[in-house]
């Protein structure tokens, strides 16, 4: 593991708290991409970090094994989800029998994976027919103030605090969909969000507060009631092997 990736064990409890969830939406597509119901099947769940995909894939009725590599996201994962199985591992190792899977899940993980490893494990792991889904839930920057705020962000780091480079495994004829979506929260919860990510980890909680206290005067002044919309735009990608 990189130490970028590393970084979420000593805020798994900040992460799992702030980090948003996932449409009902997204699941249908999954399914409708995958030609198959998640009800009943088995599924893996790698990366799962703190559970907030694995949870949903077992609201939708699968049997979800959660595969998480940090000791801390593992931790609190066990904490919020004590009925989820979880084991330790990580997409290029996946610790699961060959042929065994209906299903294998990367929320927004795939992008921690080494692909020439990855991809063979999943061709591993996943039965003849079973689904392979890749998603990445991303603030929308058609939005005027989170393009904005992406911006500063990129002044601060160089780049965007978002996700890693993503190598898509073209090789297994991926479909592709989009899920837009919105939830209203307040500004110190979006602020929260903005902080989990992996470069604000790194950064250090003093220019990591110095940054989001600008980020919330700046809020509060084009949003006083203290409340944002995010939007989001959810990337599936979808492979049946």
């Known amino acids: 593991m990189t130490t970028r990736a590393r970084s979420f064990d000593a805020a798994a409890a900040l992460y799992h708290a702030s980090r948003p ?23 893996a769940d790698a990366g799962a970090g703190t559970g907030i995909a694995s949870a949903l894939l077992h609201a939708r009725g699968a049997r979800v094994l959660a595969v998480e590599p940090g000791d801390g996201m593992a931790a609190e994962l066990r904490r919020a989800h004590p009925g989820i199985p979880v084991v ?10 060959s042929d065994s899977l209906d299903f294998l ?7 921690w994976t080494d692909p020439a490893r990855s991809v063979p494990e999943a ?13 990445w839930n991303d603030l929308d920057l058609s939005v005027d103030w989170i393009a904005e705020q992406d911006e500063r962000i990129a002044g601060l780091f160089g780049a965007p605090a978002g996700p890693q480079p ?35 980890l790194l950064l250090g909680e003093s220019a990591t507060r110095e940054f989001t206290g600008a980020e919330r005067a ?9 409340t944002v919309e995010e939007a989001y735009v959810v990337t599936l990608r979808v492979a049946v092997v």
């Open 218 to 226: 700046r809020l509060l002044e084009r949003f006083p009631d203290g």
């Open 166 to 200: 993503r190598e898509d495994p073209e090789e297994l004829g991926l479909a592709t969909r989009e899920v837009r979506w919105s939830r209203r929260i307040p500004v110190d919860a979006h602020l929260a969000n903005l902080s989990s990510h992996s470069a604000f």
């Open 105 to 111: 899940t990367y929320a927004q993980a795939w992008h």
């Open 21 to 43: 969830g996932y449409p009902d939406a997204l699941f249908d597509a999954v399914e409708e991409l995958a030609g198959a119901s998640l009800r009943g099947a088995r599924v």
């Open 123 to 135: 061709r591993r792991v996943l039965r003849p027919g079973g689904a392979l889904a890749l998603w």
């Open 88 to 97: 330790r591992g990580d997409g290029d190792r996946l610790p699961l029998a």
